[in-house]
């Protein structure tokens, strides 16, 4: 069946780069695009940006200077990247298929020294 | 960029109440509306995709209506399991919106 999950630090300090891996089982990653999706308590839910199943990228604005998203799809993997932590940051962190239909588990990130 | 006004933020109902939800978009978003139920410390789940398509494995009380820049959400009949927070999402075109939410109780 269709799986995903996040893997992920827990803390990082302020300035840092975050790093989490999605890994997908059941279905194609280049067959389907990859999501990301935060949610903090300030803001809620917001819309990172996608990795499509051609391998390019569309990024939210509010994150482009600082993220990056990438994949390895011999290890059905897709990566997060974001540099320069903020405290704002802090949040839950989920990797999500195509049409917003299944969501892994999420990472809780925590930004604080 | 399209904003998602969702309301209710606060909802408290009886089982068996019929119990409607409201996104409006900033501008038209078309039918690319879903709408999501998500428990406390969970991962959201689909409940309907392109404004009133039901998920498969959600219960028919669900329904979802709207197009354009008005959406909702319907629980026909509530279910105790039904106490949620419900969010709406536009994928009309990027960068998406999420609603804020609709903290759903049962009175």
């Known amino acids: 069946q269709v799986q995903l999950k996040e893997t992920g630090p827990g803390l990082v300090q302020p300035t840092q780069t975050l790093s989490i891996t999605c890994t997908v089982s059941?279905?194609?990653?280049?067959?389907?695009?990859i999501q990301w999706v935060r949610q903090s308590p300030g803001k809620g839910l917001e819309w990172m940006g996608f990795i499509r199943s051609g391998g390019s990228t569309e990024y939210n604005s509010e994150f482009k200077s600082r993220l990056s998203i990438s994949r390895d799809t011999s290890k059905n993997q897709v990566f997060l990247k974001m540099n320069s932590l903020k405290t704002e940051d802090t949040g839950v962190y989920y990797c999500?298929?195509?049409?917003?239909?299944?969501w892994g588990q999420g990472v809780m990130v925590t930004v604080s020294s | 960029d399209i904003q998602m006004t969702q309301s209710p933020s606060f909802l408290s109902a009886s089982v068996g109440d019929r119990v409607t939800i409201n996104c409006k978009a900033s501008?038209?978003?078309?039918?690319?509306l879903n709408w999501y139920q998500q428990e406390l410390g969970e991962a959201p789940t689909l409940l309907i995709y392109n404004a009133n398509s039901v998920q498969t494995g959600i219960p028919s009380r669900f329904s979802g209506s709207g197009s354009g820049t008005d959406f909702t959400l319907t629980i026909s009949s509530l279910q105790p399991e039904d106490v949620a927070t419900y969010f709406c999402l536009h994928h009309n075109s990027w960068p998406y919106t999420f609603g804020a939410g609709t903290k759903l109780e049962l009175k």
């Open positions: 501008q038209n978003i078309n039918r690319y």
């Open positions: 999500v298929r195509t049409s917003f239909d299944y």
């Open positions: 059941g279905f194609s990653l280049t067959s389907h695009y």
